[in-house]
């Protein structure tokens, strides 16, 4: 009996670990979102150097943020604010086709607002993601996105201070966005 829990735990162990090493190197953290949809269940993970604030954030009216470890939120160059909305019966399309319109009016007719190609969650879902742009002069929205939950909808919105590239800002950005993960609720059964 004694050998047949032994082999028990160190197949379950072997399983275990050979899950482990199939999954992307993302741990599970006080810096990580887990929010429980209808149907879905999402995973935000920060990029790499960043944290998640959820206080200072939801005072500015999004469900919480990511900034970079050694900044403040109040003095962060670089935020990634999520914004997590129940969107019941509004189609998706319409979402973003009011969203776009009302970055146009905000902005005035000179911004440039264009898809960016191929951006993936880490469970493999297409995530229409859109750079933010007026030549002229300086904006702090530089990217947004948004993940189609069906009965959720989350908006991901990278703004920036001048002291920050667009681009090292897009790459933190796209990172956060490629680690996401969005898994069917499931129930654990017998």
Known sequence: MRQIR???????????????????QSTLDSNTAFYEGESLNYVVYPPEGYR??????TADGYSFAFIPKAQTYD????????????????AFDEVITNDTVAVREHYGDNVSIWPVDSIFAA??????TFFVN?????????????????????????????????????????????????????????
Not at 52 to 57: F, H, K, L, Y
Not at 123 to 128: L, W
Not at 146 to 153: I, Q, S
């Open 134 to 190: 007026d030549p002229s002069r300086f904006l702090p929205n530089v990217m947004i996105s948004y993940v189609n939950g069906g009965t959720e909808l989350l908006v991901f919105e990278l703004v920036i201070t001048d002291r920050v590239a667009r681009v090292k800002a897009g790459d933190a950005f796209i990172e956060c966005l490629e680690k996401l993960k969005v898994l069917p609720v499931g129930e654990l059964g017998y």
């Open 52 to 57: 998640m604030v959820d206080w200072e954030a």
């Open 6 to 24: 032994l082999l028990l735990t160190l197949a379950l162990g072997c399983a275990c670990a050979a899950g482990v090493a199939a999954e992307p």
């Open 123 to 128: 469970s493999g879902q297409t995530i229409p």
């Open 75 to 90: 003095e962060a160059d670089l935020m990634i604010g999520v914004n997590i909305f129940k969107i019941r019966g509004l």
